[in-house]
């Protein structure tokens, strides 16, 4: 029981025996077990409706499985602790204008201390700090409308950064970013602390950012472990319908004609 | 800058000007919402004949215009559609109702027209006196206000997603709109054909979007019961604005001030 207790005390995500189905008859994720540590950043890889957007809903709360556990920072998601586990856990969705329903970047940013009870000065401030970690502060009375693509996904992230969350999900980051916003948004993630989860299909952005990686295949985790590992197999990438990163691919053709 | 793009744009003004730092917008949204209400029962119980008392209730929008820094250039041009349908409201009254009451020249006013002018006074100034709550305390105050006379929360947060889901919406529509549009260059507004499935497609893109929006709001903490209730209550400024605009209102309404100015002078 105490070595148990000492492995959950390290977790930061676990997920045991996790099965879903969104009709009760086709499901979607069957026996996902998942062990995240503190402090990692962790890379969630597969091709297109392997679920990984379902899995990052599960963990936090958008939807609930009937079969399995999902603990974050030892609680258990369920209805009850939602409240909590919300405020442990940023969640960067994939579309910015999904995320982003207030008239300026500050009141967007402020709207999670508000109805966590913050007062609205000490909210104004934590937002504005917040916003100038990211370097964004000149977009502070911005109408959100006026943003370009690259601006809002910043702002996706100073809106759940504000909470200063123990672990931050992201959905398809790099999705419609131009290579600047893309640099820019790395340079981000790296530079923030805690746990991170990265669901994407750019596997260069997981290459460049994560420690570890986790491929879903046929509802279920394929294989686990050290990034460069993983993306550097080309046949297991082939094999569930992905392909090697573009860095490696122009890598390999360099090696090739020198 | 397409329609729908300005209309977008209008919507995220009109929360602009809300957060605009003057003494009208810190005053509390109920004490404003139930001036405005007060504002609409009397200006709406006055006599159907006797429209020169309803000019008299310009003067707390005046007050209001002023003291909020609003521009009037912009409320009329926001409202110009809506005053169009409450100038037409009463359009029927001198067909109606013809008796004469009265000559200017040769022209012969009758009751009927006399009403019609009434109902038209009336309506454009209710609606400016709504435009001005709106623009001086935004949707989101609204509904706090609507929480502190204990409208049920869930009421009310379906009121704050419905006025959200218009702008997800109107943005859905501009999406489909060009994608349309782009495919069919030579034709002039969407065929009749593609009505059904276009509307099926834009019905479900943007339920479906708006429901990624309450997500996103309960995933960082958003609580309907608790929402509109963090709000602070009445305080000294809100009590003098409440009774000042109460007193003038009442004032104009029932006092005719302009005769009583009048007949000083002719005494004298």
């Known amino acids: ?62 939807e609930f499985a009937k079969k399995g556990k999902i603990i974050v920072n030892n609680m258990e998601v369920n209805s009850k602790n939602l409240r909590e586990v919300r405020k442990n856990i940023g969640y960067v969705f994939q579309d910015s204008d999904a995320q982003l329903f207030m008239p300026t970047v500050h009141e967007d940013v ?102 570890r990686s986790v491929l879903i295949a046929d509802q279920r985790i394929v294989k686990e472990g050290i990034t460069q590992k993983i993306l550097t197999d080309r046949e297991l990438l082939e094999n569930n319908g992905l392909e090697l990163p573009l860095s490696m691919i122009s890598r390999n053709k360099m090696s090739v004609i020198m | 800058m397409n329609k729908i793009d300005y209309a977008i744009m209008e919507i995220h003004h009109l929360d602009h000007e809300a957060k605009k730092e003057n003494i009208l917008t810190r005053i509390n949204p109920l004490a404003k919402l139930i001036i405005t209400f007060l504002y609409i029962i009397l200006l709406t119980s006055i006599d159907r004949y006797k429209p020169q008392q309803c000019i008299y209730m310009c003067i707390y929008l005046i007050l209001i215009k002023i003291i909020g820094e609003i521009s009037m250039k912009k409320c009329i041009k926001r409202l110009k559609v809506i005053f169009t349908i409450v100038l037409v409201i009463g359009i029927a009254n001198p067909i109606i109702n013809r008796n004469i009451v009265a000559q200017i020249g040769k022209i012969p006013i009758s009751s009927g027209m006399i009403s019609m002018t009434t109902l038209m006074i009336k309506g454009c100034f209710a609606i400016i006196a709504s435009y001005f709550f709106i623009i001086t305390t935004g949707m989101e105050n609204f509904c706090v206000a609507l929480r502190m006379i204990h409208i049920p929360g869930v009421l009310i947060t379906v009121i704050l997603l419905i006025y959200r889901y218009i702008i997800v919406f109107l943005k859905e529509v501009q999406r489909i709109w060009t994608a349309y549009s782009m495919r069919a260059p030579n034709q002039k507004g969407v065929n009749f054909k593609a009505w059904g499935s276009m509307i099926g497609s834009l019905m479900i ?45 009442v004032v104009i309404r029932y006092i005719n001030i302009f005769e009583m100015i009048g007949n000083v002078f002719v005494f004298q």
């Open chain 1, 1 to 62: 029981m105490k070595a148990e207790e000492c492995v959950m005390e390290s977790s930061m995500l676990k997920i045991i025996d996790l099965s879903f189905s969104y009709d009760g008859k086709r499901e979607v994720l069957s026996g996902i077990n998942l062990d995240i540590k503190a402090g990692e950043c962790i890379g969630l890889i597969g091709a297109n409706g392997v679920g990984k957007s379902t899995l990052l809903k599960l963990i936090v709360g958008l």
């Open chain 1, 110 to 211: 402020k709207f999670a201390l508000l109805n966590y009870g913050y007062g609205k000065d000490e909210a104004d401030q934590i937002a504005y700090e917040t916003l100038k970690k990211i370097g964004i502060e000149n977009l502070k009375d911005q109408s959100i409308y006026h943003l370009s693509g690259g601006q809002k996904k910043l702002v996706s992230i100073a809106t759940v950064l504000v909470l200063n969350p123990d672990m931050i999900i992201f959905d398809e980051p790099t999705v419609c970013l131009d290579p600047k916003n893309r640099r820019k948004f790395m340079e981000v993630l790296r530079s923030l602390g805690g746990t991170k989860i990265v669901a994407s299909h750019d596997l260069d952005l997981i290459y460049d950012t994560c420690d």
């Open chain 2, 205 to 249: 893109r943007s339920i479906d979007k708006a429901g990624n929006v309450y997500d996103s709001m309960e995933l960082r903490g958003f609580n309907p019961d608790t929402f509109f209730d963090k709000k602070n209550g009445f305080c000294e400024i809100d009590l003098i604005y409440f009774i000042f605009s109460a007193a003038v209102i």
